[in-house]
């Protein structure tokens, strides 16, 4: 259970683990152009046969680039995979190839972006042992001046494992902006 809040720059709410299983909350800030989903498990403390678990983290979480970048290199990595499986099985996807095109990928979890255009897209990063696909905002400005007032949303928390009956404090912030 989390109760939705207003917040200013930074915001910390606390959770607290109902029944074993799991759910997503969604986070948004009215001077944000980014929603954050952090995924939350729940499960018995001393549950020991249970392995943790895998998502996908990435080098960055908003992509920024002026319609003159070359190219952009992303890094994905799975956290908590089976070791034979950390570092093959990547797939990306862009849903919208007008603003950033895929240049070139590779399973080992590296993509390579080129500009198109100028607005907004999303970069889905996908892994068959993930419980959930990785999103990553991706911004093309025409300077690096437009893109410095880019207000976003942040968090190190993107998967949250707890114990039943358990709470937990999840931070996120908006980035890019020097208000209270």
Avoid: W
């Avoid at 606390?14 to 980014?34: D, L, R, Y």
């Avoid at 590296?110 to 999103?135: C, N, Q, R, W, Y």
């Amino acid at each position: 259970r989390t109760h939705g809040q207003i917040c200013s720059r930074y915001c910390r709410t606390t959770i607290t683990a109902g029944n074993e299983g799991e759910a997503v909350i969604t986070v948004s800030h009215p001077a944000s152009e980014n929603q954050l989903k952090i995924n939350v498990r729940v499960g018995s403390e001393y549950v020991t046969d249970t392995r943790p678990i895998s998502y996908i983290s990435a080098s960055s979480e908003v992509v920024t680039m002026t319609k003159d970048t070359l190219r952009h290199q992303l890094t994905a990595f799975l956290v908590n995979g089976p070791e034979t499986d950390k570092s093959s099985g990547f797939t990306f996807q862009v849903d919208k190839p007008s603003i950033v095109t895929i240049e070139s990928q590779y399973a080992s979890g590296t993509v390579f972006l080129k500009p198109t255009g100028l607005g907004i897209a999303e970069l889905t990063i996908s892994h068959p042992d993930a419980v959930a696909d990785k999103k990553v905002l991706v911004v093309v400005g025409n300077t690096a001046e437009e893109l410095a007032g880019f207000k976003y949303l942040s968090t190190a928390q993107n998967v949250v494992t707890i114990a039943e009956g358990s709470t937990k404090t999840l931070g996120v912030t908006v980035e890019n902006t020097d208000e209270v």
